[in-house]
Every structure is written in C-alpha cells, then in structure tokens.
C-alpha cells in the first residue's frame, strides 16, 4: 500500500491556495510538506491540524492505493 495524496492539493486548487498557505497557516514544516509530495507517510497529528485547517475529514485529503492497482495503470 502506498500513500497519495492527490485529494490534498486538489483541495488546495479548489480553494485557491498554495502549498506555502497550508505549510503557515495549519503548522506544518516544509519538510513534511516535502514529504507528502513524494507520497510519504506523516503522522496523524500533522494530517489533523491540516484537516483542521482545511475543515474537512481525512479522507477528503489522502487515500491509500494498493500497489497491485499502482502497476496495472
């Protein structure tokens, strides 16, 4: 199983902010901003507060795939 976040910075586009909005505005480091964009894992305190942020539930910013369907696309 792998992380995406795709839903994340979908969300960001729709509600016209930047990468840089989230890192400032909900406390999170670029480096985990980083970490997220190479589909990394971070910890749920940090998927919290950009819920919080974001006023929406996890699964409106993340999902895992599983790497069976990764390689058949």
């Known amino acids: 199983m792998v992380v995406s976040y795709k839903k994340l910075w979908k969300l960001l586009i729709d509600k016209d902010l930047m990468k840089k909005d989230l890192q400032s505005n909900a406390g999170v480091s670029w480096a985990t901003i ?3 964009s ?6 749920t305190d940090v998927l919290m507060r950009i819920c919080k942020y974001l ?15 990764r390689t058949e696309k």
């Open 34 to 36: 980083t970490k997220m």
């Open 38 to 43: 190479k589909g990394g894992t971070v910890s």
């Open 55 to 69: 006023q929406c539930d996890v699964g409106d910013i993340m999902e895992f795939i599983d790497n069976e369907d």
